[in-house]
């Protein structure tokens, strides 16, 4: 998708992305290179968290995509182990949200760098989610 300046008929660029606090709507400022015109879009906070969840990057990339980029990716995040211990409190968990906590615990792993989940893990995610 690109947004055209009405006047000069050329794609216009990202100007500014403002920082939103967490749950806030996006905003994102758009600039005619050729006559200076500006628009903005504003999103919803709903809006906002769903091109968060996505991953989506505003504005377009400053490199080109590397090679299997996406698979790589994706095999990154199935190396994440589980210790024995850790599988045995996760059973524990009602089945019907086991799935969630288990992506909630996971995420919080991979954001501190663990390659595997053990009960220290599961205790340090469940204290940073005020559980």
Known sequence: ???LCVVCDEAMKVAEIPSPSSGDALTVVFRCPGCGHQVALLTNPWEAQLVRSL????GGRSAPPAPLELVRATLTEA???WTEEAERRL????EFVRSVVRKSIERYARQQGCREVTPQVIDEAKADMGM
């Not at 991953?55 to 505003?58: M, P, W």
């Open 1 to 3: 998708m690109k947004f």
């Open 55 to 58: 991953g989506v990057a505003i």
């Open 91 to 94: 059973e524990r968990v009602p």
């Open 79 to 81: 190396r994440l182990l």
